[in-house]
């Protein structure tokens, strides 16, 4: 258990602690100083960075196709931002290499690719809940592993491939409007909160912090892609990172304002 | 000039919904149709084999006459000088041009059907994480692995049919050869040899990893036990290890250049620009077959039966040549020469009978003793250009006139 309350600073959920401003800076410092009260949580994350960069390396050299992170080794700049504290891998198998694979090599693919989702939804959940001191439950990491499994399905990846800036201006901007009103939403799962009304109260409780929150995005995005640009040991880079996201996310539930002061009270979360 | 960037592996399949879960997949998706390895009656890969001999020692082509066992439509690139051979394996015709089309090789009848494009002959390798092989189609600047028996069908596509892709940065490098063709790959023992912009690949059949390249600007290149042998016109010829691209071997000839290798049982038979060689697999050179009469290009040589096979120019015509290849004698000349543009066309050869692309005078296939035709093949009055051949199991397989065509004993 922290030396902060159970959503920081003694604050109950759905009152925003107005003592502190929400800040990039601000966030950050507070998402490190958070981490390092709750080493178990960055513990975690690193565990799950070592075993997805095993994974990797067992995916990169093993007779499967596998298509490796496009880093910034090749002039790639991104923002690798998934709103879902994530490790990012670096090698992927993709879905049209895996028909009519041999049995062992069917298995083994498989295998790797559901032991690194599930790495991934276990220690971010365990994170999450450690920095923000609630109990884990299986409801919510079963949400959580859901929203996990969708952001991790490349559903919602977006490429843009030689289009004009005119349509990828508008889109880009739609995109990081999207990113920064659902960066509380992990959290939000975590707490026990449906994924409908975690959306909602994210969306909502964010409405007057886009700038803020931007640079949020911004910065865990480019350092997750630079880390992840690091052949074999990226994964444990990002999983770094992501600690340090689920620290900002943490911080955040505690100092944004929540649409509804009755969060304790509806969902019974709380430890 | 060869070009020195670095080739890269492209994220082609990554893009959204590429990566859709892997939950549920399970034994569905190992259920695809089973194709064998090509081996036997096959012919996997331009000239046949990893030696590139052309020589299928198994297939009985027609000898005395021949008819046309069934024929299907395909887009190919109209031009002048002869197309891209099909390939055959598993009872399965691949033929490419501007579409991919995969036929069965008894009926004709379609087992797929995709719109990619080849600039040469495709082949198929084993691959060793997979059930069935690894289709190898060239581009310009990339090379394509798909399944071999076509991914998934879903209404009218093919779903899932790219295993893995290699792109090229580079510009291809512009020889100074008439070849307009791209040089095809070679698929041996898990592995696929493709020459790709100025460069040699080895490249994982399976996982499309490049195991090693070397910059080398060679044709087709011919594997014989663990090496693989390129000829590199004005340095020599020159042998890599198959697993680790070391190189192993180097010879070249004092008073000729090495524009072509074919790897016989007992020797290396060198096309040089002005005939034929005879080069040991120590290097040594054995004989030289230069006739003051005859001149040559940068075709093929076939090699099949202890004779070598190959086209000529002399005396204003055009010739196939046999040559011994134990004494590097000629043992005949044929006025049924190769089709030439843009450079002479491989014969094929089996039980006794060459076949090859004629120009302006259809298919022929000749008499592997004395070089007299046994029989032509041409439709209406359209003379060619026909492609090379693939021979397998009692036909022979041509892609000309805007077909495919699978001919047997008339």
Known sequence: ?271 | MVPTAPLTRRRLLATAGASIGLVGLGSALAAGESQSTPQGDDWPMARHDPAGRSYAPTATPPKDGVRVRWKHPLDTELGFHYGIAPIVVDGHVFAVGEELVVLDAASGTVQFRTDRSARTVPAVADARAYRSGTLTLVGQTSVHGLHANGGIELLGSQLGLTRWDVESNDTVSIGFSPDQLAAPPVAAANTVIASLAGRVLAIDASSGDIRWEIGVDARRPVVHGDLVYVADYGRGVFGYDLATGDQQFEASFDDTMAVGVTAGPEQLVVATDDGLAGLSYDGRVRWQFAPDDLTRDYGAVSVGEGVAYAGFRGGGDNWLVAVDVSTGAERWRSPAAPESSPQFAPPAVADGVVCLPQEDEGFAAVDADDGHVRWRFRRGDVPGPWSPAALAGDAVYIIGNGHVYALEEA
């Open chain 1, 1 to 271: 258990m922290t030396d902060e309350g159970p959503l920081g600073g003694g604050v109950i959920a759905g009152s925003p602690d107005s003592t502190r401003s929400v800040t990039t800076s601000g966030v950050l410092t507070s998402a490190v100083q958070k981490l390092a009260r709750t080493p178990s949580a960055l513990g975690m994350l690193l565990l799950a960075g070592v075993v997805v960069a095993g994974i990797d390396w067992l995916q990169l050299r093993d007779p499967v196709p596998s298509t490796t992170y496009e880093g910034i080794e090749q002039g790639r700049i991104a923002v690798a931002f998934y709103t879902i504290v994530t490790v990012v891998s670096r090698a992927n198998t993709p879905a049209s290499a895996v028909l009519n694979l041999k049995q062992r090599w069917l298995l083994t693919t498989v295998g790797l690719e559901l032991l690194e989702l599930l790495v991934v939804i276990l220690a971010g959940s365990y994170a999450l809940a450690r920095l923000l001191s609630v109990e884990i439950t299986f409801p919510a990491v079963l949400r959580y592993g859901l929203v996990v499994s969708l952001v991790r399905s490349g559903l919602f990846e977006v490429t843009f491939e030689g289009g004009s800036m005119v349509l990828a201006v508008p889109l880009l901007v739609g995109l990081f409007v999207v990113m920064v009103r659902l960066v509380p939403l992990p959290g939000r799962i975590l707490l026990g909160e449906p994924i409908g009304t975690a959306l909602r109260r994210s969306w909502a409780s964010t409405r007057e912090y886009g700038w803020q929150l931007f640079g949020i995005v911004l910065v865990i995005g480019l350092a997750t892609h630079l880390f992840a640009s690091l052949p074999l040991v990226g994964p444990i880079g990002t999983a770094g990172v992501a600690a340090v996201h689920a620290g900002a996310v943490a911080v955040l539930i505690s100092r944004l304002p929540s649409p509804s002061g009755d969060l304790l009270a509806s969902t019974g979360s709380r430890p």
